[in-house]
């Protein structure tokens, strides 16, 4: 699977490119499709990032993400 860098992820926020990524638990996945990250935007949060530590925020679980592709890894140092 690809590995993409935290600047790679960060491009893919909604506004610098037409790609709206998220990063969750080490996978990246790509939400370009969701009505509800237009522009990268999802209520307070922002795409382009590791969202990990913010679903605990969120009214819902991790299964969001079950029908979204996984189009890579989060490298971890970068
Ligand atoms: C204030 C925090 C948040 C609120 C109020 C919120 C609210 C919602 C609601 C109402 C939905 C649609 C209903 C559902 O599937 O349960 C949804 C879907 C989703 N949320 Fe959140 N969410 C929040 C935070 C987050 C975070 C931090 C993430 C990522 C880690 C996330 C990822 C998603 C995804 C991927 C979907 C599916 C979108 C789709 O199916 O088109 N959400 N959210």
């Known amino acids: 699977m690809t590995e993409f860098t935290k600047t790679q992820l960060a491009l893919r926020n909604g506004q610098d490119k037409p790609e709206v990524?998220?990063?969750y638990r080490?996978?990246?996945y790509?939400?370009?499709a969701s009505?509800?990250?237009r522009n990268g935007k999802h209520y307070e949060h922002w795409a382009g990032q590791d969202l990990?530590?913010?679903?605990k925020d969120a009214p819902h679980t991790?299964?969001?993400f079950e029908k979204f592709q996984v189009i890579g890894t989060l490298h971890v140092s970068s």
């Open 26 to 28: 080490g996978l990246i």
């Open 62 to 64: 991790e299964r969001v």
């Open 35 to 37: 009505k509800m990250w």
């Open 21 to 23: 990524w998220v990063a």
């Open 52 to 55: 990990t530590d913010e679903l």
């Open 30 to 32: 790509d939400v370009s």
